[in-house]
Every structure is written in C-alpha cells, then in structure tokens.
C-alpha cells in the first residue's frame, strides 16, 4: 500500500509489519506446500518436461508444478494465473517468484503445461503417485469401499464457434431437475480417501461404473439407492464381497418398510464419510463446473483435483508425520 506521498510506508511492508495475521489462504498453502510430495512429482514430470537449448531456458519445472495447482485450488483461468502472479504477492512467495530477479510465466506457457499434463497422461500418473505416498505411510484403507458419483455442470450455452454445447457431455434428470454435463465416478475407502476414480457424460447410470470402480481388495462395498441392480448384487456376490447397497421401495411394497428405513439408515451413516470428498471439490475448491470441453481435459483435471483432495483431507496426519 502506498502512502500519500505515493512511497510505500515500513508499516505495510510485509517482511517489516508486525501487525499479522495469517489469512485462512496463508494457512491453507504452509499445509498443502508441506504436505504436497513435489520432489516426488517433479521426477515424475520430469522426463516429458522440455530441456531447452542454446536459447532461452524453459521455466523451472517445480514453478511451473505450482502454479498448476494453485490454479486448481483456486479456479484461475490461464491469464487469470498471469495476473494473479502479478497482483498476489502470497501466491508468488508459494511459487518462488522474485519480481526483481525473475519471469513470471505468460499464459501461454502455462497453458503449454496443462497441456503437456494431458498429452502424456500425467494427471492419472501424479494420483497414482499420491496414492503410493498415501500407501506408504498408512494412510489408506483396504477393508471397504463406498462408491458415489457426482454431477458436474457443464455450460450449457450454444454461444461459441461450433454453435453447440459439448458433444461428450449430456443431459440426466435427478428428482425434477434436469442437469447437463458429467459425472465423476469415485471409490473411497471407508474414512472417504478416493482411490478409484472415473468420467462419463451425466446420462451414463452409476450402476454400470461399479466394475470398473473396484480393486478386488475391498471386502465390503457400500452405495446409494441408486447401485440398487440385479447385475450389482450378482456382481458383488460373485466376487465374493460382502453387499452393502442401500435397497429402493418398490411401487405396491406393503410389507418390510420399517426394516428397510433401518438398514438403508445404517448404511448411510457410514457411506456419507464418502461424501466428504465431493463437498472438498466443491466448496473448499470451488469446482463446481467444467472449465473445458470434452471428457478427456476435464477429467484430467478432476484426477489432479482428487489427488489434491486427498493430500488435503489427511494433511493433520502428513503434518503430525
């Protein structure tokens, strides 16, 4: 801030003030910039990351790794990076940029790397690499799984260059109201860390994603109403997991409700630890639409959204380690 002389006063500059309080944003990156494995991801990336020549030499790739995710955590479009790089000096402290001393990445360059992410595969590498770490110390469990699914809005508007909405995305009807866009098709463990994820449009049932869902270590599965098939019951029979699925009335059911309210209640209890994970996603980092078109950008995205989620869901027990 600067004073009516225009100079800024000692007061307001941040290495001098005494007067602090850590924001709920400046808390949240110390944790996730203790918690997030980078050497671990930067040697992942690394192989596929450009080497540069004689000429100019690309952006670090640790940098470029952390913008990535704080646009993930906060939603900024490509040039909205750019300029919060400019503005915030909190986020160029995250990613290790000195003004005086250093580039801060264009938009282009830091949509080459979302892209770069994509062509090879990386997002599905960096949760699975999560997930080892996770692994490692403990942190997962194996003795049950819940399975859920979640829509994600797409825009709707034909006001674009094709004068269409996204052809991978489609429409599904939940209650009354239609919703058009996707899902994202997750198992959790039984304390709500995902550890299988999948994508497909909003008009695909859940049901029909169990399968591909499943690991063959869980010993109990548990899920909605909306699991509730012939075809999930005899698959979970024939591989001998123990059925867990909430059960639907059927139209002219007379007899059994007071048991069926039970049960379905019981499983509830449990299954909406699995839920928690959607409300990260969605409130803490404001995911609630699709920013790109096709199935395949976006569920590159929501597969580092949910590796990211995990990190933040068990960042007391990585921090106490």
């Known amino acids: 801030m600067l004073s009516m002389t225009g100079q800024m006063t000692f007061a307001e500059e941040p290495n001098l003030s005494r007067r602090r309080k850590q924001t709920k944003r400046e808390r949240f990156l110390a944790e996730m910039d203790a918690v997030v494995p980078w050497a671990r991801l930067v040697a992942l990336i690394e192989p596929h990351y450009p080497k540069g020549g004689s000429g100019r030499k690309p952006m670090p790739l640790e940098r470029m790794l952390r913008i990535h995710f704080l646009q993930q955590w906060f939603g900024y479009s490509d040039p909205g990076m750019e300029e919060a790089l400019y503005e915030i000096p909190l986020l160029r402290q995250f990613v290790g940029i000195d003004l005086g001393r250093d580039f801060v990445p264009d938009e282009t360059t830091i949509l080459k790397f979302r892209r770069l992410l994509e062509r090879h595969g990386l997002s599905q590498a960096i949760f699975a690499e999560v997930q080892s770490v996770l692994q490692k110390k403990g942190l997962l469990l194996q003795e049950g799984k819940t399975v859920d699914a979640t829509l994600i809005h797409a825009p709707s508007s034909t006001k674009n260059r094709d004068r269409q909405r996204d052809p991978e995305m489609s429409s599904t009807k939940k209650g009354n109201q239609w919703y058009f866009g996707m899902k994202a098709h997750v198992a959790t463990d039984l304390q709500g860390i995902v550890q299988t994820v999948d994508f497909t449009a909003a008009k695909v049932p859940d049901h029909q994603m169990l399968d591909g869902l499943l690991t063959g270590e869980e010993s109990v599965v548990l899920a909605d109403r909306g699991y509730d098939y012939p075809q999930v019951h005899d698959t979970l029979a024939a591989r001998g997991i123990r059925n867990a699925v909430a059960r639907r009335r059927y139209p002219g059911q007379k007899t059994g409700l007071a048991a069926l309210k039970r049960y379905n209640r019981a499983i ?17 980092f404001g995911y609630r639409r699709t920013r790109y078109r096709g199935l395949g950008k976006n569920g590159a995205q929501l597969t580092t959204l949910f590796a990211l989620a995990n990190l933040y869901m068990l960042r007391r027990y990585l921090l106490a380690a």
């Not at 509830?268 to 803490?284: D, N, P, S, T, Y």
């Open 268 to 284: 509830a209890r449990i299954r909406a630890r699995g839920e928690h994970i959607f409300r990260v996603l969605k409130c803490q």
